[in-house]
């Protein structure tokens, strides 16, 4: 943990902050995306299965057209841990995110909404679990979707040298957008994860 913060803190000495790096992790939810988005699933899988990503990404447009929304492009690497039921394996993302920022109670909270695509080397165990239980599909490659909400750590506790640290909670997700990908309908999976994520 000290090694991170010292790594975090280092990245204050590299200019412009259009770039970020982000660190995560989170466990399956038993809840569909909806539920998660409107904060009435916050709960574990029965199969307890868990996520530890790291993501880069870079901003492409800032205060796009004089508004608070910034945009990214961003790619992330997860080892995904199958608690037993399945060799662990790791998922590749790769995405675009807007940011909506407020300002605040003297900090900066933001939004962020995301879209791209997610490619995992196994099927995770709760998506292969739904597929059975709604004679669905399976795929490999699959939508991704995030929502996060976070605020600057820097700003909350008065230290410049955390200053764009973000701390925040991510609703990540995987489906086949009614059967576009691998004609997966209505399977997919969630994780509720909390992340720090440091622009620099």
């Known amino acids: 943990m000290k090694?991170?913060?010292l790594f975090l803190l280092s990245l204050n000495l590299i200019a412009d902050n259009d770039y970020s790096l982000r660190v995560a992790a989170g466990s399956s939810s038993a809840s569909d995306f909806d539920k998660l988005y409107t904060f009435q699933g916050l709960n574990k899988s029965p199969y307890n299965t868990s996520m530890y990503g790291v993501e880069g990404g870079y901003r492409i447009?800032?205060?796009?057209?004089?508004?608070?929304?910034?945009?990214?492009?961003?790619?992330?690497?997860?080892?995904?841990n199958e608690n037993g039921y399945q060799p662990d394996f790791l998922e590749a993302t790769l995405y675009v995110k807007v940011y909506y920022k407020l300002e605040a109670l003297d900090n900066e909270f933001r939004v962020g909404l995301a879209e791209g695509i997610s490619m995992a080397s196994k099927i995770p165990y709760i998506e292969k679990m739904e597929a059975e239980a709604e004679d669905d599909s399976t795929s490999n490659l699959l939508n991704y979707m995030e929502?996060?909400?976070?605020?600057?750590?820097?700003?909350?506790?008065?230290?410049?040298?955390?200053?764009?640290?973000?701390f925040g909670y991510m609703i990540?997700?995987?489906?086949?957008?009614?059967g576009l990908y691998g004609g997966v309908q209505d399977g997919g999976s969630n994780y509720n994860c909390l992340y720090i994520e440091k622009s620099f």
Do not use: C, Q
């Not at 447009?61 to 995904?80: E, R, S, V």
């Not at 600057?152 to 008065?158: E, R, T, V």
């Not at 990540?172 to 957008?177: D, E, L, T």
């Open 3 to 5: 090694f991170l913060l």
């Open 61 to 80: 447009l800032k205060d796009m057209n004089n508004w608070p929304f910034d945009l990214y492009i961003k790619g992330g690497l997860n080892y995904m």
């Open 147 to 166: 929502l996060t909400f976070d605020f600057d750590m820097g700003k909350l506790i008065s230290v410049n040298a955390l200053k764009e640290t973000y």
């Open 172 to 178: 990540k997700h995987r489906s086949g957008m009614y």
